[in-house]
């Protein structure tokens, strides 16, 4: 990677770790792994955008990830319609 790209991208590659680091963190607080979660650095660095790939995951896993999902959206309309 160029210099001139590394240090435009800092920020991206900064927030990549970041969100895969929250995300993998609060999976695991539901009891959920995914395998092939992770940041996709060689596209970042062929074209600056940093991707974060789910990779592949059992059905039961990913019906618990659903399941949370569908109960942060109920919790998240609760609280915003009072």
């Not at 680091?21 to 992770?38: F, I, N």
């Not at 990779?55 to 019906?63: H, I, V």
């Amino acid at each position: 990677m160029g210099s001139a790209l590394n240090r435009a991208t800092v920020d991206q590659r900064r927030q990549a770790a970041d969100v895969l680091d929250d995300l993998t963190t609060v999976l695991a607080l539901a009891g959920v792994k995914l395998p092939s979660v992770d940041v996709d650095w060689e596209h970042g660095r062929r074209t600056g955008c940093y991707l974060i790939g789910l990779g592949c995951a059992r059905p039961s896993e990913l019906l618990r990830v659903v399941d949370l999902l569908r109960k942060g959206l109920r919790y998240e309309r609760l609280t915003r319609d009072g």
